[in-house]
């Protein structure tokens, strides 16, 4: 008498079963013995983990971590497997290991908790990071699967706006010096005073600005999106005032702002040498 399987067997729908043998013998009236018998199905590792999804998207934001006890983010995976053969590991992919973003990020291998290694800097042409983790069962014959973390870095408004001024010079014998700009007396209304450049790295509305003077014998023209030149709104007389300062004070729309001040002082010559003794 053999006992046999009719059909394939699957343990993880299905983990026992509880069978009675009975016996009959031929007699009219004969005795019927039973034998109770419980079959046990052993675990295969037919199964690999899943992710409870195949995306994870979370937003950080930059200058965090590093902060091992405080994940953003725990992946999960689950194996219906038994023992070992269900028992999961949590790592990055090889390439995502080797990878700069990689090096940025710490994952527990039992927990799946995502924490910060390292602060994060946000870059405005890629402010998001791909991380493939992966999920790895402990049977002999491992099995293993993927899931893909999005970590987008928002911005902090760390960076005030920077303000790089040229200014006009004589040409003679002078030096440029981003402190004094040197214009001719008859150089009449809008005579150029200085080129000025703005820039902030951050983004959004913390990288826009506005930028305003704080003399109105004086106007900042834009010529660029980030690019001004200064001129004048007066004509200037030497023998009154041979010496002029002005504030360009730029400032963002961050939360909470951030502004610069540059201060400029215009001075008036005749002659190329006058510079010597003017201002």
């Not at 902090?156 to 001719?184: C, F, K, L």
Request: net charge negative; proline share 6%.
């Amino acid at each position: 008498l053999a006992l046999v399987v009719a059909r394939p067997l699957d343990r993880e729908s299905r983990a026992g079963y509880q069978l009675v043998l009975s016996v009959t013998d031929g007699n009219r009236g004969a005795g019927t013995a039973e034998l109770p018998i419980s079959v046990h199905i052993l675990d295969v590792n037919d199964n690999a983990p899943v992710f409870s999804r195949q995306q994870y998207a979370v937003t950080v934001h930059e200058t965090s971590g590093p902060a091992p006890n405080a994940p953003i983010l725990v992946v999960s995976a689950t194996d219906p497997d038994a023992g070992a053969n269900g028992q999961v590991t949590y790592t990055f992919s090889r390439k995502t290991a080797s990878s700069g973003a990689g090096r940025l990020f710490h994952l527990h291998p039992s927990s799946g908790a995502l924490s910060l290694a390292a602060p994060l800097t946000y870059h405005p042409h890629r402010p998001q990071m791909e991380l493939v983790v992966t999920a790895t069962d402990a049977g002999a014959s491992k099995l293993a699967s993927s899931a893909l973390v999005l970590v987008t870095v928002a911005d902090t408004n760390d960076h005030a706006p920077q303000i790089t001024v040229s200014p006009r010079y004589s040409g003679a014998s002078a030096q440029p010096n981003p402190a004094t700009a040197w214009v001719p007396e008859n150089a009449g209304i809008s005579a150029f005073v200085a080129h000025v450049s703005v820039t902030d790295p951050d983004g959004g509305d913390n990288g826009k600005f506005t930028c305003s003077l704080d003399n109105q014998d004086f106007d900042l023209v834009e010529i660029y999106e980030t690019e001004y030149k200064l001129v004048t709104t007066v004509d200037f007389d030497r023998e009154e005032k041979e010496e002029y300062s002005v504030n360009i004070v730029c400032e963002d729309q961050g939360t909470p702002r951030q502004s610069s001040r540059h201060e400029l002082k215009v001075c008036h010559f005749l002659t190329f040498n006058e510079f010597k003794t003017g201002c």
